[in-house]
């Protein structure tokens, strides 16, 4: 639930012109780490994981894709 929380305010946000889709990609992409990693870790595990998510939004064709529709459904 706290997930889908996020994804609708972010989703808010952006609608009202109040986030770039950068600026959504950014704060989704933060917050999975945030999860994922939880707890005190690495500053390293946190970069490792973070670089891994933006390769994966920017070399997935699909997931590109979608990025991509955020700014035109703005």
Do not use: I, Y
């Amino acid at each position: 639930a706290e997930l889908h929380e996020q994804v609708r305010a972010v989703a808010q946000e952006l609608r009202a012109g109040r986030l770039s889709p950068e600026q959504a990609v950014e704060r989704l992409v933060d917050d999975t780490v945030a999860r994922r990693v939880g707890g005190p870790a690495p500053e390293a595990v946190r970069a490792r994981l973070r670089a891994a998510l933006v390769d994966l939004l920017t070399s997935d064709p699909h997931l590109k894709d979608l990025v991509s529709r955020l700014d035109r459904g703005r």
